[in-house]
């Protein structure tokens, strides 16, 4: 089995951010999973030999989509806060029996 090279890791570092735009959050999983073992893979067969521009390179996305990650917990947050807060207000007016 051949490794993947850096340029295959950088493209499934494009795939995971594809997949966060479209808030496909259980494909984004499935790719960073299938990122992490193939990058861990690709440092322990090359060892010390391991173009070091490339993974600074790689370092650089992964900081990235870090970014574009925690951006779309904070706005899946709000979102769920707001749906929460909706259901309560809407509870508040069936109990005193105003229709909506």
């Not at 295959?8 to 997949?19: D, G, I, N, P, R």
């Not at 999983?29 to 030999?49: A, F, K, P, V």
Request: aromatic share 4%; proline share 3%; charged share 25%.
């Amino acid at each position: 089995m051949s490794l993947p090279p850096l340029q295959h890791l950088a493209s499934e570092l494009a795939t995971l951010e594809a997949a966060l735009e479209s808030r496909d959050l259980e494909r984004a999983q499935t790719i960073m999973s299938s990122y992490d073992r193939e990058l861990r893979g690709y440092i322990e067969h090359m060892g010390n030999s391991v173009p070091m521009d490339g993974l600074r390179t790689l370092l650089r996305m992964q900081n990235e989509l870090l970014t574009t990650m925690h951006g779309l917990r904070d706005a899946l947050g709000d979102e769920a806060r707001s749906a929460q807060r909706a259901g309560h207000a809407l509870r508040a007016y069936a109990s005193v029996g105003v229709a909506l």
